[in-house]
């Protein structure tokens, strides 16, 4: 299966070996716990030491959670000001969230709130996240969060699959199918 990373949010070196793609929903218990939990040691293990390559994809599941598609949406308006990952962050931490609490979190990010609120109120991000709920589907993710790990092709936005991951798993899962592909 071949996946693209085109345009989503990554951390890492572009040119990591690896790729992990993470499908998740800002209103997901698993992938807070997953954010909380498992991604920190991924973090200090493997991107931060530029041998993963780390994307997040939005796969909000609007019929379980409402807001979980606008969340997606002030992350990706965030992005427009250079706080992506910030935004991300709040998102995950604070998730009982109600659309009246995005503008406070733009505000305590120190972002632009007319910027912001035009962003959000326009759409306009509405269709990266489509394309990523539509990825995701042809993929067959059945919830949230799911995870590929595939090798990186340099100066290109396709990643070739080989490992899929499902629901909240332990470092240690990730831990192992990294070091079964970093063999190869």
């Given at each position: 299966?071949?996946l693209s990373v085109e345009d989503a949010p990554f951390k890492g070196d572009k040119n990591?070996?690896?790729?992990?793609?993470?499908?998740?929903?800002?209103q997901c218990l698993f992938c807070a716990r997953h954010f909380r939990e498992t991604l920190?040691?991924?973090?200090?293990?493997?991107?931060?030491?530029?041998?993963?390559?780390?994307?997040?994809?939005?796969?909000?599941?609007?019929?379980?959670?409402?807001?979980?598609?606008?969340?997606?949406?002030?992350?990706?308006?965030?992005?427009?000001?250079?706080?992506?990952?910030?935004?991300?962050?709040?998102?995950?931490?604070?998730?009982?969230?109600?659309?009246?609490?995005?503008?406070?979190?733009?505000?305590?990010?120190?972002?632009?709130?007319?910027?912001?609120?035009?962003?959000?109120?326009?759409?306009?991000?509405?269709?990266?996240?489509?394309?990523?709920?539509?990825?995701?589907?042809?993929?067959?993710?059945?919830?949230?969060?799911?995870?590929?790990?595939?090798?990186?092709?340099?100066?290109?936005?396709?990643?070739?699959?080989?490992?899929?991951?499902?629901?909240?798993?332990?470092?240690?899962?990730?831990?192992?199918?990294?070091?079964?592909?970093?063999?190869?």
């Amino acid at each position: 299966m071949i996946l693209s990373v085109e345009d989503a949010p990554f951390k890492g070196d572009k040119n990591a070996k690896l790729t992990l793609i993470e499908f998740s929903d800002y209103q997901c218990l698993f992938c807070a716990r997953h954010f909380r939990e498992t991604l920190p040691l991924i973090e200090s293990e493997y991107i931060s030491k530029g041998k993963l390559k780390y994307v997040f994809r939005d796969f909000p599941v609007t019929t379980l959670r409402r807001e979980a598609f606008k969340a997606a949406e002030a992350a990706r308006c965030a992005e427009e000001q250079g706080k992506y990952w910030e935004m991300h962050d709040r998102l995950l931490i604070h998730q009982k969230l109600r659309l009246e609490d995005l503008e406070p979190n733009a505000q305590a990010l120190k972002l632009d709130l007319k910027e912001f609120r035009q962003c959000l109120d326009s759409g306009k991000q509405a269709m990266k996240i489509h394309k990523d709920i539509a990825e995701g589907q042809k993929a067959g993710i059945k919830g949230t969060p799911t995870f590929f790990l595939g090798f990186t092709e340099s100066n290109d936005s396709k990643i070739k699959v080989l490992k899929i991951i499902e629901g909240f798993q332990e470092f240690a899962t990730f831990q192992e199918a990294i070091h079964s592909l970093a063999q190869k």
